[in-house]
């Protein structure tokens, strides 16, 4: 900690995903093989008819400031796909662009959070959700799962876990880390239990939407009595392979809306001119323009289960969703290694980078300590020899 820099900044963790891949790449450059698998990054190039309609916009003269919640044409073309794809209806003052579903989230937390007001996190949640909500005087309270119920939390945990204090929940579906998909059944009960809280905010955090190997994509947002109080998170990044052009939003409440509105006037101002037009193309295209792309993470999903099928200590459920597997690793606690003792989750991730020149994620990040994070969003050739280094890494 430096005294000189805020305790805001001083408290808050570093993203254990980031850390994780810079770490890699500081080992690439020493000149180490780092099969990265840490990273939540598509491998596929970003489709070409989307990059055709970047360089349009580029030819179009598209290079002023753009309204801070986004393009009236983008806006109309995010409710027209939540209408498609999700029979949610939106008006254009219910949506915000921002730059990444990371600024969509990070505005939502400081519009609605007071000191102490409790964030309800289903645990595993992604990296970011905890510190976010810390970063505008919210309180995380964890939601313990388990791999036995597939990671998800039920009406009876959801229940034990609000008080007065209790503001939001943030949940993803599919999830990021565990991959798992809540039915709209699952979400239905847990709905059952929110609507007796009408002061409880729901974000949905909708990124993975179509990477879903159930081909059937739940929102609470969906339900008449959540719709209110529900705030949809969504964007191109994992869908269309387009991480770094930076583009998320939201769908919600209008009042939540023009607050988010307000905020991002103050800190960013709108999102990237040319990457907006390009999102318009591919929000406006079938989403069966991108199946080839769900049905290789699908193949890759099957090879890496049954390749961590033959490590022995690694307990996986079938994530349904999203490019990850989240193992149980707790077998190695305790054990030592080619003389490395593993005493947590972060042990065996640190030992599996410096032993096996693999890149994975400690649990621990995602509130989870018995946990690593595996990405699938990587070659065959990549998984192949991840996993065989790995494999004799712990054997």
């Known amino acids: 900690m430096n005294p000189k820099l805020s305790n805001r900044i001083n408290a808050m963790a570093t993203s254990a995903t980031l850390a994780m891949a810079a770490k890699a790449r500081e080992l690439r450059n020493e000149g180490k093989d780092i099969i990265g698998l840490s990273l939540g990054e598509p491998d596929f190039n970003v489709p070409d008819f989307v990059k055709k309609a970047a360089v349009n916009a580029v030819n179009e003269n598209y290079h002023s400031y753009t309204p801070v919640d986004g393009y009236a044409d983008l806006k109309q073309a995010i409710i027209t796909k939540f209408k498609r794809d999700n029979h949610l209806t939106y008006t254009p003052t219910q949506i915000v662009v921002s730059t990444g579903a990371k600024q969509s989230l990070a ?215 999203a490019f990850y597997v989240f193992p149980d690793i707790s077998y190695y606690f305790g054990k030592t290694l080619n003389g490395t003792t593993i005493n947590n989750a972060s042990d065996l991730s640190m030992y599996l980078l410096e032993r096996a020149n693999v890149a994975t994620v400690t649990g621990e990040a995602f509130g989870n300590p018995n946990c690593i994070r595996i990405s699938y969003a990587a070659s065959e050739e990549n998984i192949l020899e991840a996993l065989k280094r790995i494999k004799e890494a712990v054997t």
């Open 107 to 321: 505005n939502l937390a400081m519009v609605l959070l007071n000191e102490g007001d409790e964030v309800l996190l289903p645990a595993p949640y992604w990296v970011s959700y905890s510190d976010i909500s810390k970063l505008a005087g919210g309180v995380p309270v964890e939601i313990p799962t388990s791999i036995e119920s597939d990671f998800k939390i039920t009406p009876k945990s959801l229940e034990a876990a609000i008080t007065s204090k209790t503001k939001m929940m943030i949940y993803s579906s599919p999830c990021n880390p565990s991959g798992s998909v809540y039915s709209e059944k699952e979400l239905r009960a847990l709905a059952d239990v929110l609507v007796n809280y009408p002061d409880i905010i729901v974000v949905s955090d909708e990124i993975y939407e179509h990477i879903n190997f159930t081909e059937i994509h739940a929102s609470m947002a969906t339900f008449d009595d959540m719709y209110d109080r529900t705030v949809v998170v969504n964007g191109v990044s994992k869908a269309y392979s387009m991480t770094g052009w930076r583009i998320g939003y939201i769908g919600g409440p209008e009042w939540i809306a023009r607050a988010c509105n307000k905020m991002q006037g103050q800190i960013t101002s709108g999102a990237n001119c040319i990457a907006q037009r390009a999102t318009i193309t591919a929000l406006e295209s079938s989403p069966k323009k991108i199946q080839f792309m769900v049905d290789a993470f699908k193949e890759r999903r099957t090879l890496i289960l049954d390749l961590l099928a033959e490590i022995p200590g690694f307990k996986t459920n079938i994530p349904q969703g």
